[in-house]
């Protein structure tokens, strides 16, 4: 699954989408078959990240005719980050490890594109003081 985002990365950054986007594909179905949740998450942000609303419905199969595959994979994006905070008991650090990013990566995305998990996350518990 790693080589087939690596290769879709850079097949997006050649800006061949259509083919991009069918290595992503593959690398999520790899990803998923072998129960890899953290490689599956890495391949659909990647995804995401490199080829945002470059495609249309019109080019690729199962998306309903009028929307972005940017909108597809933001949708996509949101399964799998609820996913990942359901299983890590709303602990994002944890989520952040089964998806492959960090800590800070994963609380931007809830925090800018995804608002409505915010409250499936556990509260942020201040750090204790030293004292010297």
Known sequence: AEALTTHGRALARLA????????????????????????????????????GNHLTSDDIKGIPAGRAIGEELRRYEHDLIKEALAKAEGKVTRAARMLGTSYQNLAHIIESRHQDLLSFRSPVRPRRKRKY
Do not use: D, N, P, W
């Open 16 to 51: 061949q989408y259509s083919q991009a986007l069918s290595e992503f594909k593959r690398a999520i179905e790899a990803a998923q078959q072998s129960g890899a949740l953290k490689h599956a998450g890495e391949a659909a942000l990647t995804a995401f990240e490199e080829l």
